[in-house]
């Protein structure tokens, strides 16, 4: 009687510390796994992410290459030109034959939403939207202020603004030209409309989207 | 500009920086975001920790939570635009990482919970189940425990006295049965010891059951004082006691000698006074001895041959022990075959009336005592001193007196037809057992009325006896007979141990001196003064007074001389059967010179 008493009571010890043990298990493994879910979900996102990161930043870079090359052709055009003073530059660019020229370069390639020669005081002396161009000056805008006061080969990439023909938002890359003493003859200049990124961003997010919802459903 | 791809959510955007910061472009579009330095982006300060640079490219530092401008937690991504001085960013919201991550944590949790309720329930199912199980085991083990427990009471109560601790009745049967198995074996002596307490059932009736408890426990410690540690002493049941002796010597013959010196010791440590409870007691023993071992005997036999001397030690006057021998046996066994004659008699009614005369001063006869005498059918005559006290102990003395009270009643209704007979008194004696007998008034009443008889006609003679137990009731069932007009004398006076406060109190017509008193007269004893005593305190309760025994004209003029003008015996009439009685009393009258 007395055995069997302290064997029912064993059995007793060894189903609670059974219990206790397998419920510590339960919670353990539980948390391990939470956790380790959480570290997949950060690392398969933040995978997806640098691709994502990736992708935007290549389409950005073959944009601005392409805008680049577009920037450098026209520049060459001035360039070969070898104009020798500002008068000569304002003939030069206020031809008709500089509107053709531009509006074949912005027709072959579509990310450029303008493409403009500006005079030494900020005048627009041609541009792909007409010809020829209405009055407009650029003075006040950053490229202009940069690039006339600072005798540089380098493109400058000019915050967004809105576009004084259509209000469209647009960013700028210019380059500066120099007359045969290096003086300042004007700028050529490239605007990229920011629409062209946003629309590819928007196909991309929702891309990104899809793909980080089916990612995230275990396999 | 138009927004897009809000759908996404609150806080999720694909950005794209100048490398000083400032927005160039995004989705979805705001426009007052354009243009604008964000100097507290997370991009900063992904950007600007270098540490992560990694192939000419910064991207984040494996894409951290971080906390934006909403107050949702966000992971943003930002990588430099490879040779051009841009920086693309993407930021998700929590909202759109974190539900499936949630979900998950949900569904993990729920598991879990359900797991653990599970497992709970599973465990508090079998621990309970072992519990049940102990408590099944334990309440066995308990109920095997009681049950051992119970077996041992059982055991104790089969084999021990619970009032006195003293072994019981089984108890000294076994032991008087491996005496007698030694016996067989080596020749050797025991003694039985049968005593019984005398007057104990007075003690009872008189004091109460409690007391008399306290007296056996007292008179069992006394015996165990008295006897030797191999000595066993029980209590056979109520009032008797039986001590086995051990040892007895084979030189002193029979052992009697040691048994009738433990005896004599018993009966006088026993006659020591005890305190009961209130009350100062000293009782009496009458012991019985039998020894045995010398010839094959029953334990029953042996109890037998005890009994019987103790009986005979009572007969003998109490307080005193008796050896069994022979005679005794046959003395036992001659008392058991006369109470079975006795009992005979009393169902076919073979008993002889006789008639003895009582007369006042003036020689008148005013009445008769009833007197019973017995013929065996074998022809033995037997006094009343013996078949009375016989019916007694057989429990037929009831309808014994029924017998007397029957002819009494029969005789009183015949006496009536004639002149000289109609007015005398009958009187018949009655005992303790039949004023006791709750029936007895009933029956006696019952019978009067039967045969038409006048209840002042009846005279019933009682013993101090009567009073001894249940004096009360007693008295109640006196003043009842007295209320049918029932006259009621006591007989003996002066024998027993009658006290004044109960004299007093007793609702008798009539005092009568034993005969024992007035054969005491001629030899000048004290006897004289106590018979002047009675009469002078029937003077004092205004009641008569009779004496029987008269047998000389000295012994009737010392009663005259002093007051006591009723007279029983021989001086005047025997006791006379019926037709010499009925003729005596005629011819009295005839011969009465008044």
């Given at each position: 009687m ?11 010890r060894?189903?609670?510390a ?14 391990i796994?939470?956790y380790?879910i ?18 935007v ?13 577009a920037?450098n052709s ?6 070969f ?5 500002e ?9 008709e034959?500089?509107?053709l ?6 027709t072959?390639?579509?990310i450029?939403?303008v ?25 006040d ?5 940069a690039?006339?006061?600072n ?5 400058f ?18 380059k500066r030209?120099?007359g ?8 050529v200049?490239?605007g990229?409309s ?8 928007e196909?991309?997010g ?10 995230l459903?275990?396999? | 500009m138009k927004?897009v791809g809000s ?7 694909i ?28 991009t ?10 990694e ?12 906390t ?12 430099v635009v ?5 920086i693309?960013?993407v930021v998700?919201?929590?909202s ?7 979900s998950h ?5 729920g598991?879990?919970?359900?797991g ?9 199912h ?13 309440e ?11 077996n041992e009471?059982?055991e104790?109560?089969?084999?021990i006295?619970?009032?006195t ?16 198995d030694k016996?067989?074996?080596?020749p ?5 010891l ?7 059932k ?7 059951h ?17 006897v ?13 006691f039986?001590?086995?002796l ?6 002193e ?5 040691t ?9 006088n ?7 009961l409870?209130?009350i100062?007691?000293r ?12 010839e ?23 307080n ?13 066994e001659?008392?058991l075959h ?10 076919q ?6 008639y ?6 003036h020689l ?10 017995w ?7 037997i ?7 016989l019916?007694?102990?057989n429990?037929?003395?009831?309808k014994?007196g029924?017998?007397?009270?029957e002819n009494?009643?029969t ?13 005398l008194?009958?009187?018949i004696?009655?005992?303790?057992q039949q ?5 007895f008034v009933?029956?006696?009443i019952?019978c ?20 001894i137990?249940?004096f ?8 009842l007979l007295?209320s ?8 003996d006076?002066g ?5 004044l ?10 005092l009568?001196i ?10 000048g ?23 029987e025994?008269?047998?000389t004209k000295?012994?009737?003029?010392f ?5 006591c003008?009723?007279y029983q015996?021989?001086?005047?009439s025997?006791?006379?059967?019926l ?7 005629r011819?009295?009258k005839h011969?009465d010179?008044?």
């Amino acid at each position: 009687m007395k055995q069997l008493l302290n064997k029912t009571r064993m059995t007793s010890r060894i189903v609670f510390a059974g219990g206790i043990s397998l419920g510590i298990i339960f919670i353990v493994t539980s948390f391990i796994s939470i956790y380790q879910i959480r570290r997949d979900t950060e690392k398969e996102w933040s995978t997806q992410l640098e691709r994502t990161t990736l992708v935007v930043s290549e389409q950005a870079s073959q944009t601005f290459f392409s805008a680049t090359t577009a920037l450098n052709s026209i520049s060459d055009i001035v360039n070969f030109a070898r104009l020798r003073d500002e008068k000569s530059y304002r003939h030069f660019a206020s031809q008709e034959k500089q509107y053709l020229f531009l509006k074949e370069k912005k027709t072959s390639n579509p990310i450029i939403d303008v493409a403009t020669f500006i005079a030494d005081n900020g005048d627009v002396l041609n541009f792909t939207r007409s010809y020829p161009p209405p009055k407009i000056n650029l003075a006040d805008r950053d490229y202009f202020k940069a690039l006339k006061a600072n005798n540089s080969d380098e493109i400058f990439y000019s915050v967004p603004v809105k576009n004084k023909g259509n209000s469209k938002w647009v960013f700028y890359l210019a380059k500066r030209i120099n007359g045969a003493q290096g003086q300042f003859l004007g700028i050529v200049l490239i605007g990229v409309s920011a629409e062209n990124f946003s629309a590819f961003y928007e196909k991309s997010g929702l891309k990104f989207r899809e793909r980080g919802i089916h990612f995230l459903i275990p396999k | 500009m138009k927004k897009v791809g809000s759908n996404l959510g609150s806080g999720a955007s694909i950005s794209l920086y100048r490398n000083d910061y400032i927005l160039m472009t995004r989705w979805p579009f705001v426009d007052k975001l354009v243009g604008i330095k964000n100097s507290n982006s997370a991009t900063q300060e992904i950007i600007g920790d270098r540490t992560t640079v990694e192939h000419g490219l910064l991207i984040t530092d494996k894409a951290r939570f971080s906390t934006g401008t909403a107050s949702e937690p966000r992971m943003v991504a930002a990588r430099v635009v490879n040779e051009f001085p841009f920086i693309a960013t993407v930021v998700i919201p929590k909202s759109l990482y974190a539900p499936n991550f949630f979900s998950h944590v949900g569904w993990i949790l729920g598991l879990l919970t359900i797991g653990l309720i599970l497992l709970f329930t599973f465990v508090r199912h079998v621990l309970f189940a072992n519990s049940q199980i102990n408590l099944e085991l334990l309440e066995r083990g308990l109920v095997q425990k009681a049950l051992g427990d119970a077996n041992e009471k059982l055991e104790t109560l089969a084999y021990i006295d619970l009032l006195t601790g003293l072994p019981n009745r089984q108890n000294l049967i076994e032991q008087l049965n491996l005496a007698i198995d030694k016996c067989k074996i080596t020749p050797s002596h025991y003694a039985i010891l049968f005593i019984d307490l005398d007057n104990f059932k007075e003690l009872n009736d008189r004091y109460g059951h409690d007391r008399g408890d306290l007296l056996l426990t007292k008179v069992a410690k006394q015996l165990l004082a008295c006897v030797g540690s191999d000595d066993i002493v029980s209590r056979f049941g109520g009032d008797e006691f039986v001590i086995l002796l051990s040892h007895l010597e084979y030189k002193e013959i029979d052992g009697t000698y040691t048994a009738e010196l433990i005896s004599q010791k018993i009966l006088n440590t026993l006659t020591q006074t005890k305190h009961l409870d209130g009350i100062e007691y000293r009782c009496s023993a009458s012991i019985g001895i039998t020894i045995f071992g010398q010839e094959p005997l029953s334990e029953f036999e042996i109890i037998k041959r005890a009994d019987i001397a103790m009986y005979h030690a009572k007969m003998s006057g109490r307080n005193t022990f008796s050896i069994f021998n022979a005679q005794l046996q046959k003395d036992f066994e001659y008392k058991l075959h006369l109470g079975e004659l006795l009992k005979d008699a009393i169902e076919q009614n073979h008993f002889e009336y006789y008639y003895q005369p009582q007369f006042d001063n003036h020689l008148n006869i005013i009445g008769a005592e009833l007197l019973l005498r017995w013929k065996t059918i074998e022809g033995d005559e037997i006094l009343p001193n013996i078949f009375i006290p016989l019916a007694e102990q057989n429990g037929l003395m009831i309808k014994l007196g029924n017998l007397a009270i029957e002819n009494a009643a029969t005789q009183i209704a015949a006496w009536s037809t004639f002149p000289f007979l109609s007015n005398l008194t009958l009187a018949i004696n009655i005992s303790s057992q039949q004023i006791e007998d709750t029936n007895f008034v009933h029956s006696l009443i019952t019978c009067l009325n039967s045969h038409q008889v006048k209840a002042s006609q009846l005279r019933l003679e009682l013993t101090e006896s009567v009073l001894i137990t249940k004096f009360e009731d007693a008295i109640r069932t006196l003043d009842l007979l007295k209320s049918y007009g029932i006259k009621l004398s006591l007989d003996d006076f002066g024998t027993g141990y009658s006290s004044l406060s109960y004299l007093r109190r007793l609702p008798i017509d009539e005092l009568k001196i034993d005969q024992s008193f007035v054969r005491g007269i001629v030899e000048g004893s004290s006897a004289c003064n106590l018979i002047i005593t009675i009469i002078n305190l029937a003077k004092i309760l205004n009641i008569n007074v009779i004496a029987e025994g008269v047998e000389t004209k000295e012994e009737r003029d010392f009663l005259f001389e002093n007051g006591c003008f009723l007279y029983q015996g021989f001086l005047y009439s025997k006791p006379l059967p019926l037709n010499e009685f009925i003729e005596f009393v005629r011819s009295w009258k005839h011969i009465d010179p008044e």
